[in-house]
């Protein structure tokens, strides 16, 4: 991801990079979610070997804790007409569970949400 996000930069641009991050150990996140979430020390790691420069951090789990809340009621509100068939059905309460898991993991910090500034590195 980190080649491409450069390839993509000439030298000395800048590029925004969102995701979520994994704070501590955070060895019951891999086990329930299935994906192992990097924490910043392996994303600046990863930045660096593809010579892009972590210019600045931005965290913002409690927003996306909330985002994550509003989204599941909404969905859960959302009525499944009968006539689509079960699979929309399977598709909403799989939804419902990530966000679910979203909320719980950003609630107890297990979990946070950033946003990455990255700056080519013209010696790269």
């Not at 010579?51 to 931005?58: A, C, F, N, Q």
């Not at 809340?69 to 959302?78: D, N």
Request: charged share 25%.
């Amino acid at each position: 991801l980190f080649a491409r996000l450069k390839h993509g930069l000439r030298p000395g641009g800048r590029i925004v990079l969102q995701t979520l991050v994994a704070e501590g150990d955070a060895g019951d996140i891999h086990t329930v979610s299935r994906v192992q979430w990097p924490t910043l020390e392996q994303l600046n790691a990863l930045a660096a070997q593809a010579w892009l420069r972590v210019e600045s951090v931005s965290r913002f789990g409690e927003d996306a804790l909330r985002t994550a809340e509003e989204w599941r009621l909404r969905l859960k509100g959302i009525a499944v007409e009968h006539t689509l068939g079960m699979e929309l059905e399977v598709w909403k309460r799989r939804r419902e569970y990530r966000l679910a898991f979203l909320e719980a993991a950003l609630a107890t910090g297990q979990l946070d949400a950033c946003c990455l500034v990255l700056s080519h590195n013209p010696q790269g």
